[in-house]
């Protein structure tokens, strides 16, 4: 009856004479749901970042002429301007039904090593862009009595440790929406938000991903990256690669949430589309503990890794009370290991150990 309920008797709003604006049309779903939007007979505005890229060149080769791409970077305010220019100059006998906030960009990294600029540049998109577009239109969607969608995040409220300047900026979006939501009522204006958890799109790209993040280390400062150490870091890359891994193929899931925020006559406040194995985790760990979810978290992301700086506190430790309380300890058995704590740290620091270097090791 729900699978029923869902795809043929919800009654949907006529197209006749609506247009839509999606912005992030270059690629994911932002793309997808362009084409879908036409072929339903939509007026489209399709704002991509590089009009002249692949993906603004396949909508236009694809689609008919109610779509049309415009430029459009959700961080400047010029830009966000000339798009509302263009958008009122071929609205015609249209209105603008509904803008589709879909820009967005992704990064791994932990707070610590994570420049400033990094983290602001993914809140401008994220957040900041959501807003200055949102302003931008609202004049239009009051006028139609329309409907504004943002694609959030389940990341925005639940928090995951390793992408936390994601998490922020979707936090952020979240709140708009709601504060957004309430404030529209008395216009007649919806604010949807469409929570997807990990979906196979090039933002979740695992190679796109760990690329960035490799980026992001190196502009770390060096003290920094001295005490959590190679060895921390690629286990922190290996954790990333996991994850995004479990990303859903199944995209038409949010695919269909869009669709339904922007025709449905009665559409959700909010959509969270996951994987039904997600979903039930994300839920779990609401209702659990705050202390049990976030050792989870934590668990799930260091897996018993321990920045090299605590690796070594902990190797003193062990050394001062070897000292100072074994006093029976032979000096054969402190020179093996001393020997091999200097192995380690060599080897931490990617020189290997040789032959050689064993054997002399052993003459100490």
Same mark, same amino acid.
């Given at each position: 009856?729900?699978?029923?309920?869902?795809?043929?008797?919800?009654?949907? #709003?006529?197209?006749?004479?609506?247009? #839509?604006?999606?912005?992030?049309?270059?690629?994911?779903?932002? @793309?997808?749901?362009?084409?879908?939007?036409?072929?339903?007979?939509?007026?489209?505005?399709?704002?991509?970042?590089?009009?002249?890229?692949?993906?603004?060149? *396949?909508?236009?080769?694809?689609?008919?002429?109610?779509? =049309?791409?415009?430029?459009?970077?959700?961080?400047?305010?010029?830009?966000?301007?000339?798009?509302?220019?263009?958008?009122? *100059? @071929?609205?015609?006998?249209?209105?603008?039904?509904?803008?589709?906030?879909?820009?967005?960009?992704?990064?791994?990294?932990?707070?610590?090593?994570?420049?400033? !600029?990094?983290? *602001?540049?993914?809140?401008?998109?994220?957040?900041?862009?959501?807003? %200055?577009?949102?302003?931008?239109?609202?004049?239009?969607?009051?006028?139609?009595?329309?409907?504004?969608?943002?694609?959030?995040?389940?990341?925005?409220?639940?928090?995951?440790?390793?992408?936390?300047?994601?998490? #922020?900026?979707?936090?952020?979006?979240?709140?708009?929406?709601?504060?957004?939501?309430? !404030? $529209?009522?008395?216009?007649?204006?919806?604010?949807?938000?469409? =929570?997807?958890?990990?979906?196979?799109?090039?933002?979740?790209?695992?190679?796109?991903?760990? *690329?960035?993040? !490799?980026?992001?280390?190196?502009?770390?400062?060096?003290?920094?990256?001295?005490?959590?150490?190679?060895?921390?870091?690629?286990?922190?890359?290996?954790?990333?690669?996991? +994850?995004?891994?479990? &990303?859903?193929?199944?995209?038409?899931?949010? +695919?269909?949430?869009?669709?339904?925020?922007?025709?449905?006559?009665?559409?959700?406040?909010?959509? $969270?589309?996951?994987?039904?194995?997600?979903?039930?985790?994300? %839920?779990?760990?609401?209702?659990?503990?705050? #202390?049990?979810? !976030?050792?989870?978290?934590?668990?799930?992301?260091?897996?018993? @890794? %321990?920045?090299?700086?605590?690796?070594?506190?902990?190797?003193?430790?062990?050394?001062?009370?070897?000292? @100072?309380?074994?006093?029976?300890?032979?000096? %054969?058995?402190? &020179?093996?290991?001393?020997?091999? /704590? /200097?192995?380690?740290? /060599?080897?931490?620091?990617?020189?290997? &150990?040789?032959?050689?270097?064993?054997?002399?090791?052993? +003459? /100490?």
């Amino acid at each position: 009856m729900t699978i029923t309920r869902r795809y043929f008797l919800k009654k949907k #709003v006529s197209s006749d004479g609506k247009a #839509v604006l999606i912005t992030g049309c270059d690629s994911g779903f932002g @793309h997808k749901i362009a084409k879908r939007m036409e072929s339903l007979g939509y007026c489209v505005f399709a704002a991509c970042l590089n009009p002249q890229g692949e993906g603004a060149k *396949e909508l236009t080769d694809q689609c008919s002429s109610r779509l =049309q791409v415009l430029p459009l970077d959700v961080t400047s305010d010029q830009s966000v301007q000339s798009a509302k220019e263009y958008v009122l *100059e @071929h609205l015609g006998n249209n209105v603008l039904w509904a803008v589709l906030n879909n820009a967005g960009i992704a990064l791994a990294g932990e707070i610590e090593w994570t420049p400033l !600029e990094e983290f *602001e540049k993914v809140y401008q998109v994220n957040a900041a862009g959501t807003l %200055k577009v949102t302003k931008a239109f609202l004049p239009l969607l009051r006028k139609s009595k329309g409907r504004l969608i943002n694609n959030t995040s389940t990341c925005g409220e639940f928090i995951c440790p390793g992408f936390v300047a994601y998490c #922020v900026s979707k936090s952020a979006a979240i709140a708009l929406s709601v504060g957004l939501r309430i !404030e $529209m009522m008395k216009w007649g204006v919806r604010v949807i938000s469409i =929570q997807p958890f990990f979906y196979k799109t090039p933002i979740t790209d695992q190679n796109t991903a760990i *690329e960035m993040a !490799e980026r992001t280390w190196l502009k770390s400062d060096p003290h920094t990256r001295e005490d959590y150490g190679e060895r921390y870091k690629d286990n922190f890359l290996e954790s990333t690669r996991k +994850l995004l891994k479990r &990303s859903s193929p199944r995209v038409e899931d949010v +695919l269909y949430c869009f669709e339904d925020a922007l025709t449905a006559e009665e559409p959700l406040s909010t959509y $969270m589309p996951a994987y039904f194995p997600d979903k039930l985790g994300i %839920k779990m760990l609401k209702y659990l503990p705050s #202390v049990v979810g !976030e050792y989870y978290l934590r668990y799930q992301l260091e897996r018993g @890794h %321990k920045p090299a700086a605590l690796r070594k506190a902990k190797k003193v430790s062990v050394m001062w009370i070897a000292v @100072h309380y074994c006093p029976t300890a032979t000096r %054969k058995t402190l &020179s093996r290991v001393a020997a091999s /704590r /200097r192995v380690e740290e /060599r080897r931490e620091t990617g020189i290997k &150990s040789t032959t050689t270097f064993g054997k002399l090791t052993a +003459l /100490r």
